[in-house]
């Protein structure tokens, strides 16, 4: 009983790793003050959400920008590809909490 309560915690802990837009803000805090207490799954699953979270806010910030400063026909273009762009990272962090919490 107290080994899969362990083991919960511990899923619990990489689930909020992998939240959107907050998770690899937790990750990188964890990674940078904490990377002594982690283990290896910690330390691969905070990476995975810093890259997935930074590739994420670099390819938004840059579709915003270039959305706000062209023309009207391809600046709709551009915010319909960031929305496109930010429900696939939305949908990614769901899939990876699922497979990490259907894992035995």
Do not use: H
């Not at 990377?35 to 890259?51: C, D, F, M, P, R």
């Not at 273009?77 to 699922?98: A, M, P, S, V």
């Amino acid at each position: 009983m107290a080994k899969n309560r362990e083991q919960n915690l511990d899923k619990f802990q990489l689930s909020l790793y992998l939240m959107p837009i907050f998770g690899p803000i937790w990750a990188l805090i964890n990674l940078k003050l904490f990377a002594y207490n982690l283990n290896s799954e910690q330390k691969k699953t905070g990476k995975i959400s810093v890259n997935l979270g930074l590739a994420w806010l670099i390819s938004y910030s840059t579709l915003w920008l270039g959305g706000s400063l062209t023309s009207d026909i391809l600046s709709i273009r551009l915010l319909y590809f960031n929305g496109i762009l930010t429900t696939t990272y939305f949908l990614i962090c769901l899939i990876l909490i699922t497979r990490l919490w259907s894992k035995k």
